[in-house]
């Protein structure tokens, strides 16, 4: 595989849209849009684009307008949601992953040492309401990121030295400004996932949530009370949540109309206010509206996926396991599979818990426990059952495909399945002595049992675990599943209220600086030290973490200086090597084939795609672009 990745630094460089050398003296809009403006509730098209739409170049062909993309998601915070209908931040990554170009904003300039950043708005770009989106939006975006009684996810927005400082220079312009050199930024900014990452910044209209906020209304409170919220502080949060949120103003090209909780659909109209146009002047999207079925139950979701009821999908049922049950209906419902280029650090990563509070802890905090469970494991067995041999045995670690970041005591340790060394290990840990049914005992006289928390949306992870249980009760330790929804267990885990916790990562290439929770605590989305996180962070329930992990932080501060690819890789590689001595989470497989599917009349997606969860698919390809052929239904 060829792999690029941010091949040039981010300082002293201006990155501006490129408009493929348009000038449009009339743009085009969609039939329902004309009939709107005929009748006056609608301001023209050329009132409602920016002067300097951004122009997208289609994959396959200018598409034309009309009908619904299906689709599904599972929670509020499906990330599927996110990257379709919501990827439009300020920069964006491009589509062959060699850097970042501007997206909401027309350009953005970084000073030498990345410190301070200065971007540059489109002139006449307007909210889905018609409302100017000017700098004091993120201005005031800043202070809400800030505000502590909200608790809004922005880590992009911050590094080692605190909150950027956001300040408008005029209305089209404003400079985000660090205490120290911040290498990654404009990396994060283009970054999604359930937690927004970079979104946050064109994400809280001024106009809109300013009423909900007491700073800017003395009645918020009163406000949130008669809404039926406790605070106005949860009915604030209630208001900027993408997907529950219809009133709220958007700048992505489709507007919630369905909210999330309402009933057993999403659903999300064309924006008539969206910026980007394509290379015959015609206004984006191109689809009408795009329909997510809200599922539970992923099997479920596979059975509209098999009924031909699922234009474009990625999320949840894409499994390898599912492939061949999907194939064998392609050719009738006109199915195509499209190449995501993997980029697993682990489909079944488990972690121990380092700062867990119970007598286990005992157990989870001992590396030669830690490593004679993993000697306990036959991955070939796991990985050829759960993933039908497209994934190889290994820990959560980088591929070998990428040498600057390749660690083999990291990939490899601990790897081989050997039933004697692990029992010798569990014994040498303090584990020896064990009760009439065979199990392993605790000083105190109790058995040694693992509670593996998993999540619902994850039939590959559950039988992960259910496997792992069966071979670790071969070597004496009892262990309980405890299988919850995803909103449930991401509350656990915040709430350090997990013992072990499995989850899926990519960060297998170039994209673990990002994406960097497999490897320390920097971030919520891993469960070996969520009070290690929270003291990096600087937030409440921080717990110091012990010398090695402390380190690890520095260098990953140090790391944010840097403004080279290959300086941040040879930082990263010494965090990594911290990682492997460390041992605080072991992992099964590495998924090698990846893939998304999509129905024939589905146009402009791609038929090969980066599936990093770092790169966002499909958001960086432009879904308001997709379009629907319908002389090929």
């Known amino acids: 595989m060829t792999w690029h990745y941010l091949s040039r630094t981010v300082s002293a460089v201006a990155i501006t849209a490129a408009l493929a050398g348009m000038a449009h003296a009339d743009y085009s809009q969609a039939p329902g849009l004309e009939e709107q403006v005929s009748s006056g509730s609608l301001p023209a098209l050329e009132e409602r684009l920016p002067a300097t739409p951004l122009v997208v170049e289609a994959v396959d062909a200018v598409g034309t307008y009309g009908g619904t993309w299906r689709t599904a998601m599972s929670s509020r915070t499906d990330s599927w949601f996110y990257r379709t209908v919501n990827y439009d931040h300020l920069v964006m990554w491009n589509q062959d992953w060699t850097g970042v170009v501007p997206n909401v904003a027309e350009s ?28 004091a939006d993120a201005v005031f975006a800043m202070e809400m990121l800030k505000d502590t009684n909200l608790g809004i996810p922005a880590r992009a927005w911050r590094n080692a030295a605190g909150w950027a400082d956001v300040e408008a220079i005029d209305d089209r312009t404003f400079t985000v400004t660090f205490g120290e050199p911040y290498g990654t930024f ?3 900014v283009s970054r999604i996932s359930s937690s927004e990452m970079g979104g946050g910044m064109v994400k809280l209209p001024k106009h809109f949530m300013s009423q909900f906020h007491p700073d800017y209304n003395e009645n918020a409170e009163q406000l949130a009370s008669d809404a039926g919220f406790d605070s106005w502080a949860d009915h604030f949060n209630a208001k900027w949540a993408v997907s529950q949120s219809p009133e709220k103003p958007t700048l992505s090209a489709w507007i919630v109309t369905e909210p999330f909780g ?12 969206y910026f980007k146009v394509d290379t015959d002047g015609n206004q984006l999207p191109y689809i009408d509206e795009v329909l997510f079925n809200v599922y539970q139950d992923n099997e479920v979701m596979l059975l509209q996926a098999l009924a031909g009821e699922m234009d474009f999908h990625g999320r949840h049922i894409n499994t390898v396991v599912n492939r061949p049950v999907l194939a064998d209906v392609a050719e009738d419902i006109d199915m195509e599979f499209l190449r995501l280029i993997a980029s697993s ?27 004679g469970l993993s000697h306990a494991l036959d991955r070939e067995a796991i990985c050829d059952t759960v993933f039908v041999g497209a994934a190889v ?6 591929s070998p495909e990428f040498d600057p970041l390749y660690n083999e005591q990291l990939a490899n340790q601990h790897l081989e399945f050997d039933v004697d060394l692990a029992n010798e290990l569990l014994d ?69 209220q997990h013992m072990l916790l499995m989850e899926d990562h990519s960060s ?27 003291w990096y962070a600087g937030m409440d329930n921080a717990q110091e973490p012990p010398e090695q992990v ?11 200086t840097r403004t080279e690819p290959a300086e941040q890789f040879e930082v990263f590689a010494e965090i990594l090597q911290i990682t492997a001595d460390n041992f605080f989470a072991l992992g099964t497989c590495s998924e090698e084939v990846q893939y998304s599917f999509k129905l024939d009349h589905m146009r402009n997606v791609p038929s090969v795609q980066h599936g990093s969860f770092a790169f966002a698919p499909p958001g960086p390809y432009h879904p308001a672009h997709f379009w629907i052929d319908e002389s090929m239904r």
């Open 108 to 135: 953005v300039e970084a000073n030498e040492d990345a410190t301070v950043f200065t971007f540059t708005l489109r002139e006449g770009h307007k909210w889905s309401d018609g409302t100017p989106f000017t700098s």
């Open 428 to 496: 040498k840990a303090g584990f020896s002595e064990r009760d009439g049914d065979g199990f392993r005992l605790l000083s105190n006289g109790d058995r040694v049992r693992l509670i593996v928390q998993v999540r619902t949306d994850k039939q590959d992870m559950i039988d992960i675990a259910d496997l792992a249980s069966r071979y670790w009760k071969e070597v004496g330790v009892d262990v309980q599943l405890d299988v919850v929804e995803r909103s449930l267990s991401d509350q656990r885990r915040d709430a350090n």
């Open 345 to 371: 650090a682990n489909e079944g990563a488990i972690y121990f818990n380092q700062t867990f509070d119970g007598p286990m802890a005992e157990a989870l905090s001992n590396r030669d426990f830690r490593a």
């Open 508 to 534: 297998g290439l170039a994209d673990a600086i990002l994406a960097a929770s497999p490897y320390l605590p920097v971030d919520d989305d891993q469960g070996f030290g969520i009070p290690w996180f929270y």
């Open 393 to 398: 045995p290994r820990q959560i670690a980088v």
């Open 186 to 188: 404009l990396q994060d």
């Open 262 to 273: 309402e009933g057993s659909q999403v659903r999300a109209v064309r924006n008539p206010y």
């Open 550 to 560: 402390k380190r690890q932080i520095a260098l990953y501060r140090e790391m944010g």
